[in-house]
T-cell receptor, first 115, second 117 residues
């Protein structure tokens, strides 16, 4: 079955450490997204990518970095510059960003905590 | 600015009750899409429905129905005869034009629904 796979499900970060969250999709979608979810705040966009080797900052990109070397993969690195990384991170994809009517498909999420 | 407001943070009902989740949006776009997603305890958001700004017909799908009213900028979601499996967080969302010509999605804060047996 096609879908989005996020790993790991749970991740712990030490002070000063960078950690990378994996997101892989086999839906052949062009666009991929990373969201951060905090209690009571809904989903906030971190980064998105419309095509391989291209990505754009979202609303809360500071302290995060991404890459899009393959269509299927969009890893998110939470750097030590992100001082409050504890949250639930969701990866999503959409066939294309050019059609605003298309819904997004989501992974199961990664819960990141500080040690 | 584009904005989606879900004023109800949490709702608790007893099984078989009807429940309506409210969603109010703001946009300057004349063409836009609205969505509802469900987030069960497993964490994955599941797409439920979309509605474009030119289609104000209400929609019913089984126990779910949606009332889109452009005049009041609202897109409310009703669950009839609620069941325990409906317990989840529900998000209303609005498509937004990005600066690069693509489209992004603006999510409301979500409404957590508890359905008690």
């Amino acid at each position: 079955d096609g879908g989005i796979t996020q790993s790991p499900k749970y991740l712990f970060r030490k002070e000063g450490q960078n950690v990378t969250l994996s997101c892989e999709q086999n839906l052949n979608h062009d666009a991929m997204y990373w969201y951060r979810q905090d209690p009571g705040q809904g989903l906030r966009l971190i980064y998105y990518s419309q095509i391989v080797n291209d990505f754009q900052k979202g609303d809360i990109a500071e302290g995060y970095s991404v890459s899009r070397e393959k269509k299927e993969s969009f890893p998110l690195t939470v750097t030590s510059a992100q001082k409050n990384p504890t949250a639930f991170y969701l990866c999503a994809s959409r066939r294309t960003t050019r059609d605003r009517g298309q819904p997004q498909h989501f992974g199961d999420g990664t819960r990141l905590s500080i040690l | 600015a584009q904005k989606v407001t879900q004023a109800q943070t949490e709702i608790s009902v007893v099984e078989k009750e009807d429940v309506t989740l409210d969603c109010v949006y703001e946009t300057r776009d004349t063409t836009y899409y609205l969505f509802w997603y469900k987030q069960p305890p497993s964490g994955e958001l599941v797409f439920l429905i979309r509605r474009n700004s030119f289609d104000e017909q209400n929609e019913i799908s089984g126990r779910y129905s949606w009332n889109f009213q452009k005049s009041t900028s609202s897109f409310n979601f009703t669950i009839t005869a609620s069941q325990v499996v409906d317990s989840a967080v529900y998000f209303c969302a609005l498509s937004e034009a990005g600066l690069d010509g693509g489209f992004k999605t603006i999510f409301g804060a979500g409404t957590r629904l508890f359905v008690k047996a």
